[in-house]
């Protein structure tokens, strides 16, 4: 898949140092791989869910989530937002 952009990730890590191992790894397995479907995505990332449009990755055991918009067909994924796990309790994303 080709994510765009990686630079929220490094963003992220630098302000949550806790995640920037997790986060590495997500960026490299879904940079490695091609989804055609959720269902494939799933396999590798079983705790991934879909919320509307999105896709929201539990990352580093739950302490941050991240949002993406996946294009299956382009095989492109789209980084909206990573959030603590409490800034994505509090839904604001969903606006």
């Not at 080709?2 to 879904?30: G, K, M, N, Q």
């Not at 949002?67 to 789209?78: G, N, V």
Request: net charge positive; with cysteine; aromatic share 12%.
């Amino acid at each position: 898949m080709h994510v765009i952009t990686r630079r929220r990730l490094l963003e992220f890590a630098r302000e949550h140092p806790d995640c920037s191992s997790a986060l590495d790894s997500w960026y490299r397995i879904v940079k490695n791989t091609s989804f055609d479907t959720f269902m494939q995505l799933r396999q590798t990332f079983p705790t991934a869910d879909r919320v509307g449009k999105l896709t929201v990755f539990n990352i580093g055991g739950n302490k941050a989530r991240l949002i993406a918009a996946i294009h299956y067909s382009t095989h492109r994924l789209y980084i909206r937002r990573i959030l603590t796990h409490a800034e994505y309790d509090t839904e604001d994303w969903k606006e």
